[in-house]
């Protein structure tokens, strides 16, 4: 990874971007190598830039990053996969920011976490070839709960650990789901029958194993909830999905 004290090479995916001076803009990167980090892009909104059109949102590159004194600065870069020309399209725009903000929210600075890196990668691929961005959404969030070691239980109740059976409860101050004997009655809990609780278990399953894509609205509700919860607050760009 290090190709010298002063500088190094990573692979990343633009997470977001915030203008700096006039000419310059500084970018939070997802790397494989590295995780999340900040980096500086000079020169990149000038219209002769050569380099501007490689570090736009969602796109994967190729970098060689030098060492600076508060962020580091972006020297090259190569495309490996430019989604930006598909996901600037406004439905897998949004469907792309849910998903960009919530492994920026989940991220620690410097801290590699190559599942969750394949993960977003993935996603991004998907949303520029699919017609129906929203569907991939559900499927994202379980996945991604799941590779950052917390997601819920979805076969036990989260508070007692008895099987589920057939029938379920949000519980959203556990963050899980409870049966019939641990549900507080006196609270309005979203209820998922036998087919919501196979669809919720789908979509967190991996590639392969029973794995589901399809999510109704209870199940992405749940799932809306349960993202909420780990994250303490309800992600911005959801806001934007609902309109």
């Known amino acids: 990874m290090a190709a010298s004290a002063r500088s190094y090479k990573a692979r990343g995916i633009v997470l977001r971007s915030r203008n700096l001076g006039e000419a310059d803009r500084i970018l939070t990167l997802f790397t494989f190598e590295l995780g999340k980090l900040d980096a500086v892009a000079k020169g990149v909104r000038r219209s002769r830039s050569r380099v501007g059109g490689r570090l736009e949102f969602g796109n994967e590159v190729a970098m060689t990053l030098h060492r600076g004194r508060s962020l580091d600065v972006i020297a090259q870069s190569e495309i490996l996969r430019e989604h930006w020309s598909a996901i600037v399209e406004p439905q897998r725009f949004t469907v792309a920011a849910a998903a960009c903000e919530l492994v920026d929210a989940f ?39 799941d590779a950052l070691g917390i997601a819920p239980p979805l076969e036990a109740c989260i508070r007692c650990g008895n099987g589920l059976g057939t029938q379920a409860w949000l519980d959203v101050e556990a ?47 749940t799932v809306d909830l349960l993202i909420a919860h780990h994250l303490g607050r309800r992600p911005r760009a959801f806001g934007v999905l609902m309109q």
Do not use: I, N
């Open 175 to 221: 963050g899980g789901l409870v049966d019939d004997r641990c549900r507080e009655r006196w609270r309005d809990m979203l209820e998922l029958d036998a087919a919501a609780l196979q669809a919720l278990q789908g979509l967190a399953a991996p590639r392969g194993r029973h794995a589901g894509l399809r999510a109704g609205g209870d199940v992405a509700a």
């Open 107 to 145: 991220s620690e600075p410097d801290l590699a976490m190559p599942d969750v890196y394949a993960l977003l990668a993935g996603m991004l691929a998907g949303l520029a070839k699919t017609d129906e961005p929203r569907v991939l959404l559900p499927r994202f969030q379980m996945r991604l709960l």
